[in-house]
C-alpha cells in the first residue's frame, strides 16, 4: 500500500512543482478576471450569451470566469507549498490585492444579479430566428403587479446586446405568448410588442445582426 502511494506521490510530484513555479498559471487567471470583470460591468443588462440553446445572463457568464480565475490562484498556491520557497512563483502585494479585491467585487455583482433574476422570475423565449442564424431573445421579468421585457438580439456565435425594452401592467409576458411582430431585412430586424402601453418605444424597437452585415459587405451583397 505505501509502495503505491509513494508511485502516485512520485508521478504527481513534477506536476506540483510546475503548478507551484509557473508564471503561464497566474497569467490565466489574471485573463479570466478581466474577462469576468468585462462580462460583470460592461455587459450588465446589455448583453447575453447563448449556448447550445441554452441562455446565459451576464451574472452567469461573469461568475464562472471569476470562478475559474480563483480556482487557478488557489491551486498554485496550494502547489507552492510543495516547492522550494526561492523557486515558488509569487505575486506582488499589489497584485494579489488587485486580483482579490477585484474578484470580490465582481463576484458580489454576480450575486446581487443572480438574487434580481430569481425575484423577478425572469424568463426567455426566442422570439424569432432567420436564415443566417441571427436569433431574436425575449427577456421577461415580473414584479410587483408589474413586469417588463428587454429584446435582445443574438449573433450566431452566441453574443447578444441589447436592443429594446418595454414595460406591461399585470405581470405580463407579451413575448412568451407570441404577441411580438417581427420583421427582418437583410442584416436588420425591426419588432412590435402588441398591448404594450409603457415603454420610452412604445414596445418598438429594431436591431442589426452585425455577422449578417459583415459576411453580406464581404460577399458583396
Not at 512520485?10 to 510546475?18: H, K, M, S
Not at 450588465?44 to 452567469?60: E, H, R, Y
Not at 488557489?74 to 499589489?94: G, N, T, Y
Request: hydrophobic share 45%.
Amino acid at each position: 500500500m505505501n509502495s503505491e502511494k509513494d508511485g502516485r506521490a512520485g508521478l504527481l510530484r513534477p506536476v506540483r512543482e510546475w503548478l507551484g513555479t509557473s508564471p503561464v498559471l497566474p497569467r490565466i487567471a489574471a485573463g479570466l478576471l478581466v474577462a469576468g470583470v468585462l462580462a460583470v460591468f460592461p455587459g450588465f443588462m446589455t448583453f447575453l450569451f447563448v449556448a447550445g440553446g441554452k441562455f446565459i445572463p451576464w451574472w452567469m457568464a461573469g461568475g464562472i470566469l471569476l470562478a475559474a480565475a480563483a480556482a487557478l490562484v488557489l491551486i498554485q498556491a496550494s502547489a507552492r507549498k510543495s516547492v522550494p520557497e526561492d523557486h515558488a512563483f509569487k505575486w506582488s502585494e499589489v497584485q494579489s490585492s488587485w486580483f482579490w479585491t477585484s474578484l470580490v467585487l465582481g463576484a458580489f455583482c454576480c450575486g446581487i444579479g443572480m438574487a434580481v433574476d430569481a425575484w423577478d422570475s425572469s424568463g426567455y423565449s426566442v422570439v424569432s430566428r432567420n436564415n443566417s442564424g441571427c436569433t431574436l431573445i425575449a427577456k421577461e421579468t415580473t414584479y410587483f403587479r408589474g413586469g417588463g421585457g428587454v429584446m435582445y438580439l443574438a449573433e450566431p456565435w452566441g453574443l447578444a446586446h441589447r436592443i429594446g425594452d418595454w414595460s406591461v401592467n399585470e405581470g405580463g409576458r407579451p413575448a412568451r405568448d407570441g404577441l411580438v411582430k417581427v420583421s427582418w431585412a437583410g442584416s436588420g430586424v425591426t419588432y412590435s410588442v402588441d398591448g404594450v402601453p409603457y415603454g420610452p418605444y412604445g414596445g418598438i424597437g429594431k436591431g442589426r445582426c452585425w455577422t449578417k452585415a459583415v459576411t453580406d459587405r464581404l460577399g458583396g451583397n
